[in-house]
């Protein structure tokens, strides 16, 4: 028998994700995202859930472009800080010391110094409330060789990424092997 | 500098979530998505992305309504098992021995044994090519009482869900505990 807690913006565990857009005068922001997932494999695509108020919303809208860039968890402080200032008063590049690089496929900055970043050209906008949701198509991933593993591709274990417990407002690492996807189900079945 | 591997859908951490819905007979289903995220938080809402092609998906359609059920790395197997047969010819409930309880909120059926369930009326649907998605509003969650703490809320020492890693495929748990959000940062400011 559960208990009921209520309609909250609640699940876990959600990602811990940095957008990077350009402002109307060509300066490089990035906000911090936990709302939002990949929602499409062809074309891949992926969501990102922003409010108005960001300064992030005015880029996104006039720039229709924008990354997503995947801290590890060495700039845990620098993503988390990345969430709490805002771009309309700050340069959050330059008070982090991290690096904008400008992505050679869309009109839209990633950190460099973070492990991995998907460049995603807009082709949705939903309004849905206190956030607008936010879908782009995913048209290149660059990725640090150092967290690549089997098959080219991102290794957990050099990677190390965090997750975001909503609510409670705490981060965890992403931890322990557990096993194959597509495989540790098949002995039920 | 990094380097390019190409445009897919990938990007970590992804969650491992149980869709669950029932069919034009009442039978209930669930369908395993790591596709998916929070995307706003008045009216609290949920995305989960499903391929046409899935049980689900015309379950979704015409009863407007799913949960979102969370496994704990308890039952890893169990969530893994529920991506790879098909409601179509499986019962996936009579194979797991899980238990399918009735949402009091929605027309749609969620997972006894895992922690944590959200029950979501669909509010919106966007087609995106393989995979389409589905916005719920968040009408009530239910946990179990012995995943909760602070404030009542799911804690992840006590809950432990898990996380998958597209393209390589494999799953990995929640761990360390890295610190406070909205907090950790502030020293960079």
Same mark, same amino acid.
């Given at each position: 028998?559960?208990?009921?807690?209520?309609?909250?913006?609640?699940?876990?565990?959600? @990602?811990?994700?940095?957008?990077?857009?350009?402002?109307?005068? +060509?300066?490089?922001?990035?906000?911090? *995202? *936990?709302?939002? +997932?990949? /929602? /499409?494999?062809? @074309?891949? /695509?992926?969501? %990102?859930?922003?409010?108005?108020?960001?300064?992030?919303?005015?880029?996104?809208?006039?720039?229709? !472009?924008?990354?997503?860039?995947?801290?590890?968890?060495?700039?845990?402080?620098? !993503?988390?800080?990345? +969430?709490?200032?805002?771009?309309?008063?700050?340069?959050?590049?330059?008070?982090?010391?991290?690096?904008?690089?400008?992505?050679?496929?869309?009109?839209? @900055?990633?950190?460099?110094?973070?492990? =991995?970043?998907?460049? /995603?050209?807009?082709?949705?906008?939903?309004?849905?409330?206190?956030?607008?949701?936010? %879908?782009?198509?995913?048209?290149?991933? $660059?990725?640090?060789?150092?967290?690549?593993?089997? $098959?080219?591709?991102?290794?957990?274990?050099?990677? $190390? @990424?965090?997750?975001?417990?909503?609510?409670?407002?705490?981060?965890?690492?992403? +931890?322990?092997?557990?096993?194959? !996807?597509?495989? %540790?189900?098949?002995? =039920?079945?």
């Amino acid at each position: 028998m559960k208990k009921s807690i209520g309609a909250k913006a609640l699940i876990v565990p959600t @990602p811990v994700w940095v957008v990077g857009t350009y402002d109307h005068e +060509g300066k490089p922001n990035v906000m911090t *995202a *936990a709302w939002g +997932g990949i /929602c /499409c494999s062809k @074309p891949p /695509c992926v969501a %990102i859930a922003v409010q108005k108020i960001r300064y992030t919303y005015n880029n996104l809208v006039e720039r229709n !472009a924008f990354t997503v860039s995947v801290p590890s968890v060495l700039h845990a402080k620098e !993503a988390d800080y990345f +969430g709490i200032a805002s771009g309309k008063t700050t340069d959050k590049f330059a008070t982090t010391g991290l690096t904008p690089s400008k992505s050679n496929m869309v009109d839209a @900055p990633y950190v460099e110094e973070f492990p =991995l970043a998907l460049e /995603c050209n807009l082709i949705h906008t939903l309004e849905l409330g206190l956030h607008t949701l936010f %879908i782009g198509e995913v048209l290149d991933i $660059k990725a640090d060789e150092d967290v690549l593993g089997e $098959k080219g591709l991102p290794d957990m274990n050099k990677f $190390k @990424p965090f997750t975001y417990n909503p609510e409670i407002r705490t981060y965890y690492a992403v +931890g322990e092997y557990l096993g194959k !996807a597509f495989s %540790i189900g098949k002995e =039920l079945s």
